[in-house]
């Protein structure tokens, strides 16, 4: 199951590689940082990918608008509930 949600985690960051701030797909990468996410199979850490947009110069890491729409969970809505 984590690898599978790992692999699930990987897709869903290239599909939101871009400048948060302007949404420039313009954007190297700059290595990953790990993400701890607490699910009902037990603790899974996940890398996010960090990017700096080439046109701005600002860093971030993809879904981070997503994220923090969800506030400070770190935990699947199994675990939640």
Known sequence: MRALT???WQRLQ?????CSPWG???????G???YR??????SAVLPRQ???CRACGASSQPMDD??????DHRATW???A
């Open 6 to 8: 790992g692999m699930l």
């Open 14 to 18: 290239a599909q939101h590689r871009r």
């Open 24 to 30: 420039s797909p313009d954007v190297e990468r700059r």
């Open 32 to 34: 990953p940082k790990d």
């Open 37 to 42: 996410l607490l699910t009902a199979f037990g």
């Open 50 to 52: 960090r990017v700096k």
């Open 66 to 71: 997503w994220l923090k729409e969800r506030g």
């Open 78 to 80: 199994l675990v939640q």
